[in-house]
């Protein structure tokens, strides 16, 4: 197939090569070249980001050459799944798809919505950022970490979390021995580096950020930093979540005051928040308070994570249900949110686990 449609381009070229431009063919016949080399040929090669012949060809790359033969090496390479208005396929930054999930969603916390929202959109709409977006997630288990950040993944990339522009490292997972610490460091950093060569914008995603030791944090704290590159490579257009249970506690104290003042928790504001837990992770044991990345400032928002109450769990519960294709009335809604176990003991106020086990928890009333 592929040399029934190569043949007319190669004659087109030799009886038209006096009418368009040699150095515009060379050009995009170089990246051709190096896409068959080594995506469909599986060769050797390593990606350069800032390499014309590694960047999809855009706009008229050769004017004067007949349009039937332009559209149809188009269609072709397109019909590989490589072809893209932004030039990376992998790469979406659907904005506006990531307020809608936000929203609908994500229930109960109105501050992630409007933080995340306003981080991850200013970071895409300034690609002159001077440092690369740095979160850290903070809040009870089953709260919403770990789903507003598969969110992001599958808003900004066209595959999600599994994207290959997408790393997730599980700390006691990928770096459970304290001995193993320098051989960690250079996989961590080889791993970076790698990923940050290959795609154009990425995104890292450290859960139990909390356990991580502050000598791998440090390892990787450069590539956080305010540099034009390290060592040859720019880590501006990269995303980085931290996400920890630290300060969950100190975020449960602050909404059940508004409760019992007879404040709405959606009056709950950073303000409230921020400080406490920036200072809350300085003095807690673990790689944060112990490594330059807090000392130097380089998280750009710590974002809080309300405790879910009984309403919030009822509608993960419908959540739940909905993506099995089923319905629930009110009446089981209740039921699944009523078994699961509320604190403090006193005001039963809010979900002990979250919505964590609620898609788990729905078996038990299905018919």
């Not at 050459?65 to 269609?75: E, G, N």
């Not at 502050?214 to 930093?225: N, Q, R, T």
């Not at 257009?237 to 969950?248: E, H, K, P, Q, V």
């Not at 949110?337 to 039963?348: F, G, I, Q, S, T």
């Given at each position: ?344 003991k006193e005001e039963r106020l809010f979900s002990a686990q979250g919505c ?12």
């Amino acid at each position: 197939m592929f040399v029934r449609w190569l043949l007319p381009l190669i004659c087109a070229l030799s009886a038209e090569a006096d009418i368009f431009p040699l150095d515009s063919i060379s050009n995009v016949s170089t990246y051709y070249f190096n896409y068959f080399y080594c995506n469909i040929w599986e060769g050797e090669c390593q990606p350069h980001q800032d390499d014309a012949t590694q960047q999809v060809p855009v706009g008229d790359l050769w004017p004067g050459f007949p349009q039937d033969y332009t559209s149809l090496l188009h269609q072709w390479y397109c019909s590989l799944g490589q072809c893209c208005e932004s030039g990376d396929c992998r790469i979406t930054n659907n904005v506006t798809g990531l307020a809608k999930d936000l929203q609908t969603k994500l229930h109960g916390q109105h501050l992630v919505q409007s933080v995340v929202l306003k981080a991850i959109q200013g970071f895409i709409n300034n690609p002159e950022s001077n440092k690369p977006l740095t979160l850290s997630f903070h809040g009870w288990t089953g709260t919403g970490k770990n789903f507003v950040a598969r969110i992001i993944a599958d808003n900004l990339y066209r595959d999600g979390v599994k994207s290959e522009c997408v790393r997730l490292f599980i700390a006691p997972f990928h770096f459970p021995h304290a001995r193993l610490l320098d051989t960690y460091k250079g996989q961590l950093r080889e791993a970076i580096r790698d990923l940050v060569l290959r795609c154009p914008q990425t995104l890292f995603i450290f859960d139990e950020a909390e356990k991580l030791h502050p000598g791998l944090i440090d390892a990787i704290k450069p590539y956080m930093d305010h540099y034009d590159n390290v060592d040859g490579v720019s880590y501006r257009r990269a995303i980085f979540i931290f996400l920890s249970n630290i300060g969950g506690a100190t975020i449960n104290d602050v909404a059940l005051d508004f409760w019992h003042s007879g404040q709405n928790r959606e009056d709950i504001g950073m303000e409230d928040l921020e400080h406490r837990l920036r200072a809350e992770t300085l003095e807690t044991q673990g790689g944060f308070a112990q490594s330059e990345l807090m000392a130097d400032h380089l998280i750009d928002f710590f974002v809080p994570f309300l405790p879910l109450e009984y309403r919030h769990v009822k509608l993960c519960a419908r959540d739940a249900y909905t993506a099995r294709g089923l319905e629930a009335d009110e009446a089981t809604l209740d039921e699944v949110a009523k078994a699961m176990l509320y604190v403090p003991k006193e005001e039963r106020l809010f979900s002990a686990q979250g919505c964590k086990s609620i898609p788990q928890r729905i078996n038990f009333f299905l018919p």
